[in-house]
């Protein structure tokens, strides 16, 4: 076991899930499978039980959990104390992300911070409207995230991810009215609860804007953030939700229905956004850009 494994481990055994540890890690989700494998391997017990859509620790894995916590804790420390010794002046960036991005990009973040061990990386996960506003304020000083822009102060180049986009989806469960339908509109939702992202997210602000439109925003009875607690409230609140397409191969959920959402504003390009004005680590905020690029 090395202390690669037992941060894994960690992680996933405080977040009880392999989406959401992966997302904290910058790992996917089969390498972290993998990599517990091969450790339950190595030490001969099960360290994970699946139930109730969880992962629950066994009396071996709270052991390992109750004594490699300080174990990492004390790892980190030494690295911090090492590091901060050195002569070596460490440079710093926040690059903001959305949900989707951040899996998306997921490879080239981490391939950026491990050829970079001199830069001091933050992450911010929001919305494309809010990164947006934090990109303005200079809490942000990157972030890779969709149109349309509402900034005037910031540039968003699409270029620079070779044109990535999205597109929006309706997600029902597989016995909801629209399931069987190859596309949907939006007036097609009049008379359906609506599960939302918030307008912090370019699909949130087009899901209340439609709403409203087309007099019936009173049908968004829950907004949420993160997209998975979205489509796990579809069953329990009989409603549905908006999201983009490309998720579907992230979602925790098998029994439901993705159908193409056919409508203004359902098709969203993205790209990499920064301040039109030069940061005092522009050279980073460049060499950044370069690797998401190449």
Known sequence: MDIRQLSYFLTIAKT???????????????????????????????????????????????????????????????VYDLQNNS???????TIGVTFLTMLQFMDQISQFIRNNPAVNVKIVEEGSMKLQQLI?????????????????????????????????????????????????VFKDLKGYNIASLSDHFSLGEFTKKRCRELGF????????DDFEILLHSLEKLDAITILPKELETFSPISSLAWIPLHDINSFYKQGLAYRKHLSSNYLVINQFIEAIKH
Do not use: M, W
């Open 87 to 93: 002569d070596d002046k460490h440079q710093e960036i």
């Open 136 to 184: 303005v304020d200079e809490e942000v000083d990157v972030a890779i995230l969709s149109y349309p822009q509402i900034e005037h102060d910031i540039i968003i180049d699409p270029i620079a991810i070779n044109h990535s986009s999205y597109s929006a989806c309706i997600v029902v469960p597989n016995d909801h009215p629209l399931a069987n339908k190859d596309f949907v």
């Open 16 to 78: 009880q899930n392999y989406s959401h540890a992966s997302k904290i890690l910058f790992v996917s989700q089969p390498a972290l499978k993998q990599s517990i494998s091969k450790l339950e391997e190595e030490l001969n017990t099960q360290l994970f039980i699946y139930n109730d859509h969880r992962l629950h620790l066994t009396s071996t894995g709270q052991t390992l959990f109750e004594r490699g916590e300080p174990i990492l804790k004390e790892f980190n420390q030494l």
């Open 217 to 224: 925003a009173n049908q968004v009875i829950l907004t949420h």
